[in-house]
């Protein structure tokens, strides 16, 4: 399965999971500093093109699943988001991902 292939598998299991029902996009960006952004307007995840392809995939849904609650809860880290963040996932990944990847760079 090429990663492509995986990022819309994952964002489609993660939608139900979440219950987000509208049409979700995803598009790869050279981005120099962030893994990931959102835009809320265009209901458009964008991943680092060059990061993801390092991460496993536990850690990609991680951050598609992040980006996805702020779809559902906005641009803030509010504790809803927190929390639910925290039922699908160990609270460590986030920290191993960011080492990981500062470690490669
Ligand atoms: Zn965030």
């Given at each position: ?88 996932f160990d609270k460590n990944l986030e920290l191993r991902i960011l080492k990981r990847i500062l470690k490669k760079k």
């Amino acid at each position: 399965m090429s990663k492509y292939e995986k990022i819309n598998l994952t964002l489609c299991k993660l939608k139900e999971k979440l219950g987000i029902k509208e049409n979700v996009k995803v598009r790869l960006k050279p981005f120099k500093r962030k893994i990931a952004s959102v835009s809320l307007r265009k209901n458009t995840i964008y991943l680092n093109s060059e990061v993801i392809q390092r991460l496993t995939d536990k850690e990609l849904e991680y951050i598609i699943a992040h980006e996805l609650l702020h779809l559902k809860y906005g641009v803030f880290h509010t504790k809803e988001f927190e929390n639910e963040l925290k039922k699908l996932f160990d609270k460590n990944l986030e920290l191993r991902i960011l080492k990981r990847i500062l470690k490669k760079k």
